[in-house]
């Protein structure tokens, strides 16, 4: 009982922040069962050994608290007490999580959440325009049931709601004002609500559909902080993808090496509105060539409602796992829309070039890198960004991070914010040339 108080207390503190009753799939180590449990506890150790132990559970240890790391130390012990240093081997132990206090392994049912502060020097035209404030980006919960085809059909579903200054990023500004969570009064100031995910979905053998209000396969980056490396968000994932869609969309695991996407839409950014008679085709494929490297497209075509018709865009995404340290990715996305409601009738075409490098260091510690080429209006922009993850426990992530804005032109694509919609000025020396420092940390329930 007294788990169950603390669960609904931490609920009630992200909930309670406003009188509001509050490419990919994220999971995160929070989870609490709402269903019985009923099958059998998977076999464990009685005591925890050292990595060194000579019985069944000495590769669990290892795994979970790196090798070379824990000798003479149990597996949940903390770094600097068996040898472990900042740099080598690190021993993060697994992530707290409440679901396993309540029922071990066992659960079918699965709410979880994060917690994302931050704090940037400098505005960065995109989702950090708040500088020289430390802030609330993500009061994240979700709740998910993932439907399991594998013994004939499936149900499940999942919702997503997040309070914090990207929720007026993260709303399906696709509709018309005041339908489902944009411009309906939730927003408080720089502060909002959004639900940016709502969706039922049915699964059997290896094809599983999705219908309602969902995010989109499109691209690299993502809208949830803990599917992503860096903390600033590039141009490309701003302003030349969708970040939700409402409508189906259909997976299907066509064998190990390809799988098949097919749905239809109501346009961009849409949650459970049609406004401007948006109605497109959204799909594409992803094949992994080899056991290291691996190719997404995803495009849409058609009427993208706020966006513009006679649309067609796509996002290839190339990931190379050069070595068991090093990965490359890289990204293409083009966009071209001949009668685009946010020019005026006219034709809006993009194309943005990302690529990333990353080092994982260990356990704890990853670098990385990435370069952005973006392009509207026959304008290009740039920006580079260098960061560094830290794990400081299995829960908690920190993201310290620089990163280079530039634009040769003195004139700026008329599709970037001159103010934005949180109030916050945005002048165009924040995409012609701007150096930022931002900082932030995700804390995972």
């Avoid at 597996?75 to 206090?101: I, Q």
């Amino acid at each position: 009982m007294r788990i169950f108080k603390w669960t609904i207390g931490v609920a009630a503190i992200v909930w309670g922040a406003s009188p509001v009753l509050g490419q990919q799939a994220v999971q995160t180590a929070f989870d609490y069962q709402l269903a019985s449990c009923d099958c059998a506890a998977e076999p464990s150790c009685e005591a925890e050994p050292s990595c060194e132990a000579a019985d069944d559970c000495a590769d669990d240890c290892a795994d979970a608290c790196g090798d070379g790391c824990c000798d003479n130390v149990g597996c949940g012990s903390t770094c600097g007490l068996g040898g472990c240093s900042l740099l080598g081997d690190c021993c993060l132990g697994e992530p707290w999580d409440l679901a396993d206090e309540v029922c071990g392994p066992c659960r079918s049912f699965d709410i979880g959440g994060w917690m994302q502060f931050g704090y940037h020097n400098n505005n960065d035209g995109v989702f950090n325009t708040r500088p020289h404030e430390f802030q609330l980006h993500q009061g994240w919960l979700y709740a998910e049931k993932v439907a399991d085809g594998s013994n004939g059909l499936g149900w499940g579903g999942r919702a997503d709601i997040v309070y914090g200054t990207d929720g007026s990023n993260t709303q399906a500004f696709g509709n018309d004002p005041g339908n489902w969570d944009f411009a309906n009064g939730w927003d408080h100031g720089a502060y909002g609500w959004a639900m940016p995910q709502l969706y039922a979905e049915a699964a059997y053998g290896d094809t599983s559909v999705k219908m309602g209000h969902f995010f989109t396969p499109m691209g690299y980056q993502v809208v949830p902080a803990i599917g992503n490396f860096f903390y600033s968000i590039p141009y490309t994932f701003n302003f030349s993808e969708a970040f939700t869609h409402t409508g189906f969309l259909a997976t299907h695991k066509a064998s190990d090496e390809v799988t098949l996407y097919g749905g239809w839409t109501l346009g961009w950014d849409t949650g459970f509105d049609q406004r401007l008679g948006g109605s497109n085709f959204l799909g594409g494929a992803t094949l992994a060539l080899t056991d290291d490297v691996s190719l997404t497209y995803i495009l849409t075509a058609g009427d993208l409602g706020w966006i513009g018709d006679n649309a067609y865009t796509h996002s290839i995404v190339a990931t190379v796992d050069l070595s068991d340290k090093w990965q490359y990715v890289a990204q293409q996305d083009y966009v071209h829309v001949e009668n685009s409601v946010n020019s005026g009738g006219t034709t809006y075409d993009t194309v943005g070039f990302n690529q990333y490098l990353f080092y994982t260091i260990n356990d704890c510690w990853k670098a990385g890198a990435r370069v952005e080429w973006w392009k509207a209006d026959g304008i290009s922009l740039y920006e580079m960004a260098y960061g560094l993850n830290y794990r400081a426990t299995a829960n908690l992530l920190i993201r310290p991070e620089i990163r280079y804005n530039w634009c040769p032109s003195d004139t700026l694509p008329s599709v970037l914010p001159v103010v934005s919609n949180t109030g916050n000025s945005t002048s165009p020396s924040d995409y012609q040339e701007n150096t930022i420092f931002g900082v932030d940390a995700i804390l995972q329930f």
